[in-house]
């Protein structure tokens, strides 16, 4: 049962099956299946203009699906979009706020929307986010008008919370205090975070689950704890001689140094250390990898293949 009392969700917040959008004869989402677990915070990781905005301004119902279907909190966007916002915060780069308003007037503004407004959490919030009630919005460092909106978005208890980039713009100082806020008020209440992000140290630092998306596919999604566990960089010696790696099973980068070369693997078994012994690399060193490395090669992975085709 959620935090309104309606059995009316399963397994997933979000789900979509198919997703797809065009803007004229021009593909920016294609086939998009994605699954947001309940409970979760789930990372959208690509560069810019891979169509992580896109995705998102269909999943909150500011852009018509050209294809596919949503479902959020168990309810279908096309039919119970006026319930599901209710239930559902959004925060985009985009911060609109009411110049004028003072951030107090911004906090009593937006809470006559709301009829779930927790005042005892705006209040915690305003403290916590050292926001001066009577400074005007326009007053405030980009820093404190993000922890502005953030604090509106959290302040009647959505079940759900969608941003999109929303430490566009801001120092690493300050993004990794707000990214860290996000975290620490969410996690202990059970709520899900669906948000973008172009920065992979971001995600890494926070997610739970990860999608990365490229050119307006979803290549990849799963936890961060599964894709670090399936996925290995080697390095080994190649004293002049560069084994040919044909048939190597999973190899998706291939790194050259002067005496060296470092392959980024999907997967890593015995089938993958007999194919490397048959070539002459008996004792690769297997090294740590981040998500980083995985995002950088599982993208150049996908643009050789389509341009090889």
Known sequence: MNANGNNDFGDYAIETENLGRKFGTFDAVRGVNLRVHRGTVFGLLGINGAGKSTIIKMIIG?????????????????KDLVEIRKRVAYVSENRYLYEWMTVAESIRFTRAFHS????????HLLKRFSLPPDKKIKQLSRGNRARVCL????????ELIILDEPTSGLDPIVRRDFIENIVSEISEEGKTVLFSSHIVEEVERVADYVGIINDGELLLTSSIDDIKSSYRRVRYATN???PGLEGVPGVLGV????????????????????????????????????LEDIFVSTVRAERERRANQ
């Open 62 to 78: 500011h852009l018509r699906p050209t294809s596919g279907s949503i479902s959020m909190l168990g309810r279908t966007l096309e």
């Open 151 to 158: 604090l509106l978005a959290l302040s009647f208890n959505p």
């Open 255 to 290: 790194e050259n140094g002067r005496h060296e070369q470092v392959l980024t693997l999907k997967g890593w078994g015995d089938e993958t250390v007999r194919a490397l012994t048959a070539r002459g690399i008996s004792e690769p060193e297997v090294m740590p990898i981040t």
């Open 240 to 242: 002049g001689t560069r």
């Open 116 to 123: 779930t407004w927790d005042d005892e959490k705006a209040a």
